[in-house]
């Protein structure tokens, strides 16, 4: 246990953190795919947030025709009252064509558009809904910061579990890229990026003016691109990170469609977006080449601490996991980002409506 306060306000659990919190002002967005339904971690999530009993809830639901029904169903068993957004829904999907935005889809883009509902409450919370460790807790350790002035707020976590060091994306990737980019750039962007301790934790909370002035990446790429944001909406003085204890999460492969190898090709390029956004000019030969020599100084590292705490730990296949990553570090390609909310014409309400008509359609 430890209390270090770091660059941005850091706020440590040091046994049984439970702050009293805005609640009862505030809308929880919890994104979900088809894959969640009925699983142990997403039923933990909507029963538990039955009893926190937020002022909102939506379910940002990614889904086929062939499933919604059934997950919907299952949703509204729930005692939880929760708006259900199915944001892949035809009509939806036509109406942001009609707009413009029928780009890029995916996570990142499930949560903007329910983030545009949200951001009509004084403060807004976004957690992932794969977590077996869920606590009640958390929406309020999320949120207590904000009641305190800050305008934005990370959680961070461990993630250990089965006797094995997990959370590979980050520590083998994004971590060791960061302190690459530290050595070689001097940008306060990237200081910030380094500032939390877990960057791509799905869990954060802002409040709803810093939400709407939010561009937001359409996948996998929205963690890293938030920070992005965030570090221009309200920088330094403005963050905080809390502690949400261990996390247990469902676990994806290296390889193969939406495993680790493909996040982080979005991780990549929105990292790569925020420091293009600065104009700062990155060596991509020599910041790989950098990469690599920290993140195998990393994978020595672990593995000591692995070995103090008497985990399992293959420095090989933890290598072979950066060599796969490795090849995310290029140049990030066209801006595919979804606008602030404040610039944008869409009617989040709209999108609702179309999402409530197919889902009756459905039933």
Sequence with gaps: MEYVQERIATLHDYGGADPAAPTDRAAVVVPMTARDHATLAAERVLSTLAAVDPADVYVALRAGEDRVGDVAAWIDDFDVDATLLWCNAPAVEDRLA?????GAAGKGRDVWLALGLAARREFVAV???DATTYSASHVPKLLYPLAEGYGFVKGYYARVENDRLYGRLFR???RPLLRALDGLIDDPVVDYLLAFRYALSGEFAATGDVVRSL?????WGLEVGTLGEAHDAVGFDGS??????????????VAGPSGLGDMCEEVGRALFRVLDDRDVAVDYDALCERYRREADRAIDRYAVDAGFNGLDYDRGDERAQVDEYAGAVR?????DRLPAWRDCDLDPRAVLDLSNEALAYRA
């Design 98 to 102: 009609e707009a413009g935005l029928d």
């Design 172 to 174: 083998l990737f994004v």
């Design 240 to 253: 905080a990170q809390v502690d949400l204890g261990t996390h247990e999460h469902d676990h994806r492969a």
């Design 127 to 129: 957690h992932d809904a």
């Design 331 to 335: 140049r990030p390609g066209d801006d």
């Design 215 to 219: 561009r937001a990446q359409p996948g």
